[in-house]
């Protein structure tokens, strides 16, 4: 379960020797709080290329379904749950909450992170980017706050690449893993801190409690099917 966002995003390396130092290199263009000089874009711990890892080969969709998509300011808005939450392969998610966890249905309105479920960084899912094609999204924000803009490895000039539906979201994505496993993600910073919304009684928390049983029994997945 991947219960945060932007999470994988700038490649680390490991000391050889002392386990407690990682080396961040911050090449070429990603949102950064600072930038990485000429000549400074390559680890000293192993003399590899630093970066994203989406620039790498390694974008975090092909790891968890979804990706970092957006910044802005830190507030927080709901999520929506899509047709994708009635698929049978799901069907764990919505035990008991079967009335609240529909369509067109809301979760994750209040929260201790920015005031919402999904805000902050935010990450989408994108076949094109590695998310598996047999992914099922259960639910998603779009965010409307004009704070919110692309991040830059998404844009090719000054104009924006896509449409504010297509880039500006989070998505709740789950998929089917080989050897029995399973992923879900919610692709948001602020998520977590929707979940003690009244004490746990709430849409948000009583869906992932219903994900962490499913994920605790050892009765594994069923493996995913080839998408055609």
């Known amino acids: 379960m991947y219960l945060g966002g932007n999470g994988f995003y700038w ?19 990603g949102i950064r ?20 890892w989406r620039r790498l080969g390694r974008p975090p969709q092909a790891l968890v379904g979804v990706g970092f998509s957006t910044q802005g300011e ?47 960084e935010l990450d989408r899912a994108d076949t094109r ?3 598996p094609h047999h992914a099922i999204i259960i639910g998603r924000a779009v965010l ?34 080989t050897n029995g496993g399973a992923v879900f993600s919610v692709g948001s910073m602020n998520f977590i801190g929707a979940l003690p919304v009244d004490g746990y009684d709430n849409v948000a928390a009583l869906l992932v409690t219903n994900i962490v049983k499913r ?7 069923p493996p995913p099917k080839a998408s055609t």
């Open 215 to 221: 994920f605790a029994d050892p009765e594994p997945f």
């Open 144 to 177: 409307t706050d004009p704070t919110y803009q692309p991040v830059n490895e998404e844009r090719y000039d000054h104009t924006w690449p896509a449409s504010r539906e297509d880039i500006i979201r989070s998505d709740l994505t789950f998929f089917e893993t």
């Open 74 to 120: 830190y507030m927080g808005f709901p999520y929506t749950f899509l047709d994708g939450v009635l698929d049978p392969r799901v069907a764990f998610m919505r035990e008991g909450i079967e009335d609240l966890a529909r369509p067109g249905a809301k979760l994750g309105e209040r929260g201790f992170m920015g005031g919402g479920a999904a805000g902050h």
């Open 11 to 29: 490649k680390v390396v490991p000391h050889a020797t002392g386990t407690w130092a990682f080396e961040l290199r911050r090449a070429e263009g």
């Open 33 to 52: 709080l600072w930038e990485t000089l000429p000549g400074e874009s390559y680890h000293a711990f192993d003399g590899s290329y630093g970066g994203l």
């Open 129 to 131: 980017l590695g998310t």
